[in-house]
């Protein structure tokens, strides 16, 4: 009998359409300095699968882990939350 691994979620911004169905996003998080106790900004970039080219740039889309689909890619587009404001 097979379990099924809870799959994460996230929210991300898109900051790159990195070719046909693929986009990089990038998740902000701050993390506590040990020593000080200062927050300190990190970020992480990943490589998105977007089989029906949804996401533009600057897009807050959800995403969720998934099995790899490229050497880069383990990451699935969900839904796009919030469209990029274009002018």
């Known amino acids: 009998m097979e379990t099924q691994k809870n799959k994460k979620n996230k929210d991300a911004v898109v900051v790159s359409k990195s070719g ?3 986009v990089v996003c990038q998740i902000d998080y701050k993390v506590k300095h040990p020593k000080y106790g200062k927050y300190i900004r ?3 970039k ?3 699968h977007d089989p ?3 996401a533009a740039i600057g897009d807050q889309v959800e ?3 998934c099995r790899p689909i490229s050497k880069t890619k383990n990451w699935r587009l969900v839904k796009v939350l919030k469209k990029a404001v274009t002018e």
């Open 20 to 22: 046909d169905k693929s």
């Open 42 to 44: 990190r970020r992480t």
């Open 46 to 48: 990943l490589g998105v």
């Open 52 to 54: 029906q080219n949804l």
């Open 63 to 65: 995403i969720s882990e």
